[in-house]
């Protein structure tokens, strides 16, 4: 868990996805289109991404991606991040992480 927490610090915003994972892809565009540039970790291309997604489920991501940290904390799965821009926060978290300007 250590690892995914000091990755999930190495950025504004960090996303932790599958590349077949279609709600990784539909939070990746949601989070560019807002201006951020993510990094992003895509654990079936990582050696080590079996042992990071089970640190992820650890966190209490279920499913285990998307994940995402925003300013250094996660933040959580699609659910949270849609929830999150429906009520107007999400911008605001982006711009307190200084990942967008406004």
Same mark, same amino acid.
């Given at each position: *868990? /250590?690892?995914?927490?000091?990755?999930? @610090?190495?950025? +504004?915003?960090?996303?932790?996805?599958?590349?077949?994972?279609? !709600?990784?892809? &539909?939070? *990746?565009?949601?989070?560019?289109?807002?201006?951020?540039? +993510?990094? %992003?970790?895509? =654990? /079936?291309?990582? $050696?080590?991404? %079996?042992? !990071?997604?089970?640190?992820? $489920?650890? =966190?209490?991501?279920? #499913?285990? %991606? #998307? &994940?995402?940290?925003?300013?250094?904390?996660?933040?959580?799965?699609?659910?949270?991040? !849609?929830?999150?821009?429906?009520?107007?926060?999400?911008?605001? =978290?982006?711009?307190?992480?200084? @990942?967008?300007? !406004?």
């Amino acid at each position: *868990m /250590d690892m995914v927490n000091e990755l999930g @610090a190495g950025g +504004p915003v960090v996303i932790f996805s599958k590349n077949n994972c279609c !709600m990784s892809h &539909a939070i *990746m565009v949601l989070i560019r289109g807002f201006g951020a540039n +993510p990094v %992003v970790y895509e =654990l /079936d291309r990582l $050696t080590n991404g %079996v042992q !990071m997604e089970k640190a992820l $489920t650890e =966190l209490g991501c279920s #499913p285990s %991606v #998307p &994940a995402v940290f925003i300013g250094k904390k996660f933040v959580g799965g699609s659910n949270e991040i !849609m929830s999150l821009n429906v009520k107007g926060e999400l911008k605001k =978290l982006l711009i307190k992480a200084n @990942a967008i300007w !406004m």
